[in-house]
């Protein structure tokens, strides 16, 4: 991602994953979904090298003839001395062969330092057992990734995934914590911005843009706790029932009075409906900073690496 049917390590992933290795996150045990390709030429990996303070000789074999390869060596670099594969089918080699839609066996569970998904999950059709199979997987201490795309990649897989999806599984109602959650567009400029929790700002954290882009989330496992005894809910909605509910009054059976703004889009469509449907449009494309990068309550900039 992105582009093409191969998981694998491009140079923004690589970043992000050093920058979990400068912060000493353990890769001793480390499993990924799929085995990974590795995307870096050696002149790119040569300049992260240094750019993360390391020495490109010190690491042979991250620098083989072959382009695209497999990226056991990248991971060796992280620091994985166990590293397991998970595939449902053995055609590009994974140690582990399992059907991810189906629960892991019990000996893979809290037994990893690091559980990463590299452009799986968004395939797997039951989502749900998927996502709890990853989590069960880490230990206590440790840390899950997931790299999945998250605007423009219609047709790429079953799913594209929201930040509101993982803010809200990887919850210490779970027992996990976002350390770091990031959009990356992979447009021409290669922007990195923060992404911030909706409920924190009490408001969807929405994006329509022209170019793709995938979100990487780094979470740790706090406490062994049952996943999912409380469904995940939208925040917004459980904001909503939650204020109904302390209000503690009976369901209106009649619709709310019309605010100002509501009046005037009501009279358009009545009078002019091609003008209000144009605006209605506007409204809801990039245009509107509501949906866009510039909406500073729920993306920050970030310089790279983060």
Not at 5 to 11: A, L, R, T, V
Not at 83 to 102: C, K, P, W, Y
Not at 106 to 115: F, I, K, S
Request: charged content about 20%; aromatic content about 12%.
């Amino acid at each position: 991602m992105p582009g093409g049917k191969s998981m694998g390590i491009d140079i923004e992933t690589a970043r992000f994953l050093l920058a979990r290795r400068r912060e000493k996150a353990s890769f001793d045990r480390c499993v990924t979904l799929g085995r990974q390709h590795c995307f870096l030429g050696n002149k790119e990996t040569r300049g992260l090298l240094k750019e993360f303070g390391l020495l490109p000789k010190d690491f042979p074999k991250l620098f083989p003839e072959a382009y695209p390869r497999y990226a056991e060596p990248f991971w060796e670099m992280l620091g994985a001395k166990d590293l397991a594969t998970i595939d449902a089918s053995d055609f590009e080699g994974a140690t582990r062969v399992h059907d991810m839609n189906q629960p892991v066996p019990t000996a893979w569970h809290e037994a990893h330092d690091v559980v990463c998904d590299i452009g799986t999950l968004e395939h797997v059709f039951n989502f749900p057992m998927a996502i709890r199979n990853c989590l069960e997987m880490v230990k206590l201490g440790g840390h899950f990734f997931a790299q999945t795309p998250a605007n423009n990649y219609f047709g790429h897989g079953f799913y594209q995934f929201s930040p509101e999806l993982f803010f809200r599984v990887l919850s210490p109602a779970n027992g996990f914590q976002i350390q770091h959650c990031v959009a990356v567009e992979y447009g021409v400029r290669r922007r990195w911005f923060a992404v911030t929790d909706p409920e924190a700002i009490r408001a969807r954290v929405t994006l329509i843009n022209a170019a793709p882009v995938v979100l990487f989330v780094w979470a740790k496992r706090m406490e062994i706790v049952p996943l999912f005894r409380t469904t995940p809910q939208q925040s917004d909605y459980a904001s909503a029932w939650a204020a109904s509910a302390t209000q503690g009054s009976a369901p209106s059976q009649s619709p709310p009075a019309l605010q100002p703004q509501q009046r005037l889009q009501r009279a358009l469509i009545e009078n002019v409906p091609k003008l209000a449907r144009t605006l209605e449009s506007l409204r809801s494309s990039r245009f509107n900073r509501k949906h866009a990068f510039t909406n500073r309550r729920a993306y920050s900039r970030l310089a790279k690496p983060e």
